[in-house]
């Protein structure tokens, strides 16, 4: 690994200040965030309506978008000036290893639901009758465990994947190169992520509790947005302009 980035080894309670300091950002400017990401989720949605090829791009994408959040944090934090036209300023940066980054993350996510559905995963009712849906339940019961290791499975993947769009957008890193790193990264502050995790967990789920949900949404999202910049910038030394 190259020896000129540094990764920090935080205790498990700095997690919780990449949560507050993400509020920080957003509450210095909320309006720009909520419609940064009403944007984002805009196009992903438009992308998922287009038949066959839409749902892959939209999936290719996203690394390409949390690559945009975190430049756009990164500009915040250092007092210049942000604006919802900034959505795509991250497909600016190494392009193709995002698009390569999103491509490593659908397949093996997609792995996982395979191997899940050999297991015996229920993936859905087969209806809206009511009855349908009430053998869903009994069937996710009925295999809890597969359920769980398929989730688990997931955060897994996220966790592993979670600095590598910004190590492609701030260093120039290839896909391979910013997985490893990431890895790393995730391996030496597991408790940090533990704890950053369960408070957005919470935070969504609080979100839901309020009427209308909306408005809670519109503010747990973008600070998960902001958070994937703040988390980056605490673990890996010396960030640089890109």
Not at 81 to 100: C, K, P, T, W
Not at 102 to 123: D, S, W
Request: hydrophobic share 55%.
């Amino acid at each position: 690994m190259d020896s000129s980035i540094q990764v920090a080894d935080l205790p498990a309670m700095r997690g919780a200040r990449w949560i507050t300091d993400s509020f920080r950002l957003f509450g210095a400017a909320p309006f720009v965030w909520i419609s940064l990401c009403l944007s984002w989720i805009g196009v992903t949605f438009g992308l998922l309506l287009v038949p066959i090829l839409g749902g892959p791009v939209a999936s290719f994408l996203q690394p390409a978008f949390a690559a945009s959040f975190a430049v756009i944090a990164y500009r915040q934090s250092r007092g210049e000036r942000i604006g919802a036209s900034d959505l795509f300023i991250g497909f600016r940066h190494n392009f193709r290893a995002l698009i390569n980054l999103g491509a490593v993350f659908a397949t093996v996510m997609l792995g996982i639901f395979l191997v899940g559905m050999m297991m015996g995963l229920p993936l859905g009712p087969q209806s809206a009758d009511p009855g349908a849906f009430e053998e869903y339940v009994k069937q996710v019961e009925e295999k809890r465990w597969i359920v769980l290791s398929c989730f688990g499975a997931l955060v897994l993947l996220k966790a592993v994947l979670w600095f590598a769009p910004q190590l492609i957008a701030f260093h120039g890193m290839g896909t391979v190169q910013s997985i490893r790193w990431s890895a790393y990264a995730a391996v030496s502050n597991i408790g940090a992520l533990l704890v950053y995790g369960l408070l957005l967990y919470g935070i969504f789920y609080l979100s839901l509790l309020t009427f209308p949900w909306v408005f809670g949404l519109a503010v747990a999202i973008p600070v998960a947005a902001i958070s994937g910049y703040v988390g980056y910038r605490d673990v890996f030394e010396g960030v640089k302009a890109p």
